[in-house]
């Protein structure tokens, strides 16, 4: 089984009332994410494709990071079309990449593709990758805000000082139905080592790191844990953000650790994937806006 072809990939999206929002994950030999981009955005706050796409149609290779990621370059695609057939973009890609459209909040499709070769096992060693400038938001409110991105809608701070954001309802970003011929879905609140293997949210969490400079020990979202739970899905810090300039980009900082890595290649053994091709979502959206948790710039 010659797994290099294959590409795993999720999709990212932005907006709504509070937030922006994060696809799922693709594993085939062609990439096409097909989960319902949703954005949920603050008021004030825009959000749609980073300074990393390129301004007209075609794509720009990005070599420069801010860390020591282990993806060396990224292709950033601005395609032609501006609904899911975005995410056709991608078919084929066995590097990684990066698609978007030119849409705001809810309807901004935006996508990313990792291939599925560089997910580690515990044989290997923890990876870390880089999509520098994937998402831009603007503020266009007439305050400050100290944004952060969370995966449920208790990012305005009503949890007070509690270490943990509700994530229990089906207001939480985590995708947890079953997808397609999918026999289970990969995300479950508390996770499962075997049969069905899934990730919990603290593990899913970790994956996905939102930064304003590359920095994941500066991330504006969820610490989340490389260990399966549902503990740590309160964002750990936000962002000053002014309405001058009133313009910020984020990073998306993918981290995987071999635990991590070992349940996707054990859920993608379980579901056959590796065989027949397929899918399977792990974030279906994420919420931005105005959080309560200690300034990185006050």
Do not use: C, W
């Not at 801010?66 to 060396?72: E, K």
């Not at 400050?144 to 990012?155: Q, T």
């Not at 500066?218 to 810090?237: F, H, L, V």
């Amino acid at each position: 089984m010659q797994r290099r072809k294959f590409t795993f990939g999720l999709g990212v999206l932005a907006t709504g009332s509070a937030a922006a929002s994060l696809t799922g994950a693709t594993l085939s030999n062609t990439v096409s994410p097909t989960a319902d981009f949703r954005v949920n955005v603050e008021g004030g706050l825009v959000v749609e494709k980073g300074a990393s796409f390129p301004d007209s149609d075609g794509s720009a290779t990005i070599n420069s990071f801010g860390g020591s990621p282990d993806n060396s370059d990224v292709e950033f695609i601005n395609s032609t079309n501006s609904d899911s057939t975005v995410f056709n973009d991608l078919d084929g890609k066995t590097s990684f990449a990066a698609v978007a459209d030119d849409e705001q909040n809810g309807a901004l499709h935006i996508g990313i593709a990792i291939p599925f070769g560089n997910i580690p096992d515990t044989n290997g060693s923890a990876k870390s990758f880089e999509f520098p400038e994937l998402l831009r938001v603007r503020n266009n409110s007439s305050e400050s805000k100290n944004l952060a991105v969370a995966f449920g809608d208790g990012i305005t701070g009503t949890n007070g000082t509690d270490a943990n954001a509700s994530t229990t309802s089906a207001d939480n970003g985590f995708a947890e139905e079953t997808e397609g011929n999918l026999t289970n879905p990969a995300v479950s609140a508390t996770g499962s080592d075997s049969n069905p293997t899934q990730l919990s949210y603290d593990e899913v969490a970790e994956m996905f790191q939102f930064t304003t400079g590359g920095n994941v020990a500066a991330a504006i979202s969820p610490p989340g844990s490389s260990t399966p739970g549902n503990t740590n899905q309160k964002e750990a810090r936000s962002f000053n953000f002014t309405n001058d300039p009133g313009t910020i980009d984020l990073h998306l900082n993918v981290e995987i650790s071999t635990a991590t890595g070992q349940k996707i290649h054990d859920y993608v053994s379980e579901e056959s994937l590796g065989i027949d091709g397929g899918h399977f979502a792990l974030i279906d959206q994420i919420f931005v806006g105005d959080s309560d948790v200690a300034a990185l710039n006050p």
